[in-house]
């Protein structure tokens, strides 16, 4: 706030106190708000890498059971009964709020199925593709589970930063410059406050001098 624009007037001076006070509420509010967001932050985050874990862990065990599926049935018995798959899994994404912050939530259906529901002929195929089919079910699962929580960790960590970019403009620009602002209509008004003394000092002076002569 440019100084030469304020006035030094008492209505501007209650005006100033009145943004002081308000800007002073919104940044302790802000705080408040992204403290909570990051505490909330860490406890989503170690859901992310508890899902990212999981998830590494049960890629390995489909991927070593479609390698033994291969073995035993062949990689074209393998294909073929993934190109069976009658029903599709549906996702459908919804929202939730964590204070404040909207966070995505991932529905799912027909990604768990039972044998004869995955489309493959039972007669003619081993259990090997059976819980291959069973094993990428579950990463499936895991990886809409991990893409859930990842997006809510980003969502947060933007809403953390902006926040705090808020915070930091009221704290080192916005009540900073009211504050200069404030104290300058204070000394501006006591300065006019000791001219006008001053002023009728001087004119009780010269009334007395004139009464005496």
């Known amino acids: 706030m440019a100084l030469r624009d304020v006035k030094p007037t008492r209505s501007e001076l209650l005006?100033?106190?009145?943004?002081i006070s308000l800007s002073e509420s919104g940044y302790n509010l802000l705080k408040m708000k992204r403290d909570g967001l990051i505490l909330e932050f860490f406890d989503v985050l170690e859901k992310?890498?508890?899902?990212s874990m999981d998830l590494a862990n049960t890629y390995k065990i489909a991927k070593e059971k479609v390698d033994v599926a291969k073995m035993v049935e062949g990689v074209?018995?393998?294909?073929?009964?993934?190109?069976?798959?009658?029903?599709?899994?549906?996702?459908?994404l919804t929202s939730k709020s964590l204070m404040g912050v909207v966070v995505p939530e991932i529905e799912y259906t027909a990604i768990n199925q039972s044998i004869d529901e995955r489309g493959y002929g039972i007669i003619g195929t081993s259990s090997?593709?059976?819980?291959?089919?069973a094993a990428?079910?579950?990463?499936?699962?895991?990886?809409?589970?991990?893409?859930?929580?990842?997006?809510?960790?980003?969502?947060?960590?933007?809403?953390?930063?902006?926040?705090?970019r808020r915070v930091n403009a009221l704290e080192f620009r916005v009540i900073p410059d009211l504050k200069e602002a404030e104290a300058?209509?204070?000394?501006?008004l006591e300065e006019m406050e000791r001219e006008n003394i001053?002023?009728?000092?001087?004119?009780?002076?010269?009334?007395?001098?004139?009464?005496?002569a």
């Open 15 to 19: 005006e100033i106190k009145k943004k």
């Open 184 to 188: 300058f209509i204070v000394f501006r």
């Open 128 to 133: 090997a593709i059976d819980e291959a089919a």
């Open 48 to 51: 992310a890498k508890d899902a």
């Open 76 to 92: 074209m018995e393998v294909y073929s009964a993934a190109f069976a798959l009658k029903n599709k899994p549906e996702v459908a």
């Open 198 to 212: 001053f002023r009728l000092k001087k004119i009780k002076i010269k009334a007395a001098s004139s009464e005496s």
């Open 136 to 164: 990428y079910e579950e990463l499936l699962e895991k990886v809409i589970r991990a893409a859930e929580v990842e997006t809510a960790v980003k969502r947060l960590l933007m809403e953390i930063e902006r926040i705090k």
